[in-house]
């Protein structure tokens, strides 16, 4: 009997440490469920990890937002996704159209207004970089017998800086004997910017605004591609010789490049007014000819709007440093451009000097 009673209490002791168990897991579940309602975390932020931002980059620039990018996640711990690049008008389109995305980073001031972005404009922007465009080569160029004139053309202008050697050396360019690639102006603002540039030089050299552009029209001499960057495959395979493209973006790709004279190249603040006389006509209206700036905007339907606005600030505060390296010049302050209320911390930036209001969108 004592053997039964044995077997029987050993069965009781078993049953009131299960129990005990039971009893202390709740309790600490418990514990750890309101201390995390009460700092404000559900279980679930601390084991689902929130989506990466999305940048949409004019392709040109894939290269910057790439560098901004790593150093805004090294800086915050904020993911970003590899930037989505395209033309800044086509992107603005697509964005338009409701595709997700986070930050919109353009070349383009019209591809941040309700006339591209429609709905998802957020009523403003901020330009804080600026460019000029340049004519690339490659290697594969010089292949070319014809390139070896226009190389000679360009070099005899750069020395003597006469309007008779600049007129010579697009002349050579627009003769038809190569072929210059020149992005779809609709997707691509490189695109109406070439073309402006040509009427700048011809204005500037040959007094006849017209003059460059109908010559390499009339020559076959132009390359249609839907975007700069689509145009740097045929130039490093010979398939054309030159290309208009961002000063920046020849830097980024390590492309051989022509610089352009501050007069035409649609870089320099000094030549604003001769700059504004030229004009390209899209399908959505006209471009008239101005520095080339960069823009950044967080959408109105943005996939994470306080993140995106932290990106933004990061962008402000610590391009100048990130991109010096692609040639591109910072604009400081940067300028704000806005139909509406901005944001609390583009207002702390206009608070703290890093931005300057500048008019309407």
């Known amino acids: 009997m004592s053997g039964s009673l044995s077997k029987k209490n050993l069965r009781i002791v078993a049953a009131v440490v299960i129990i005990a168990i039971v009893i202390g897991a709740s309790v600490l579940a418990y514990q750890y469920y309101s201390s995390n309602s009460s700092s404000g975390v559900s279980s679930s932020s601390t084991t689902i990890p929130s989506s990466p931002l999305i940048l949409y980059s004019a392709d040109a620039y894939v290269a910057e937002s790439t560098t901004l990018e790593n150093a805004f996640t090294n800086s915050t711990g ?31 001031h019209s591809a941040m207004r309700p006339k591209y972005l429609g709905n998802q404009s957020s009523g403003w922007t901020i330009a804080f970089a600026s460019d000029q465009m340049a004519i690339a080569y490659s290697n594969a160029s010089t292949q070319n017998a014809a390139t070896s004139s226009v190389l000679a053309a360009y070099n005899s202008a750069t020395a003597s800086n006469t309007t008779q050697a600049w007129y010579n050396f697009f002349s050579n360019v627009t003769s038809g004997s190569v ?24 204005q500037a050299y040959a007094n006849n605004s017209t003059f460059f552009g109908n010559r390499i029209i009339t ?69 008239t000819g101005e520095v080339i700036t960069l823009y950044i905007t967080v959408p109105a339907d943005s996939t994470d709007t306080a993140d995106s606005l932290q990106f933004v600030v990061f962008v402000i505060k610590n391009s100048p440093t990130l991109l010096s390296q692609y040639g591109l010049i910072s604009i400081t302050p940067a300028r ?15 608070t703290q000097g890093y931005l300057t209001p500048s008019g309407p969108l």
């Open 219 to 287: 020559n076959n001499g132009n390359i249609t591609g839907a975007s700069a960057a689509d145009l740097i495959a045929p130039l490093e395979t010979g398939q054309i010789q030159f290309l208009f493209i961002y000063k920046s973006a020849a830097i980024a790709h390590k492309l051989n490049y022509l610089q352009l004279p501050d007069q035409i190249n649609l870089g320099d603040h000094k030549y604003d007014d001769f700059y504004s006389q030229f004009s390209y006509t899209l399908t959505r209206g006209v471009e």
């Open 336 to 350: 704000l451009y806005n139909s509406t209320t901005i944001p609390e911390p583009l207002q702390e930036l206009v």
């Open 179 to 202: 072929k210059i690639g020149i992005a779809n102006p609709n997707a691509d603002p490189a695109g109406y910017r070439g073309w402006i540039v040509l009427e700048a030089a011809s």
């Open 78 to 108: 904020i993911m970003m996704a590899p930037p989505k690049a395209g033309g800044s008008l086509a992107l603005a389109q697509q964005i338009a159209q409701g595709n997700p995305v986070s930050v919109f980073l353009a070349v383009s």
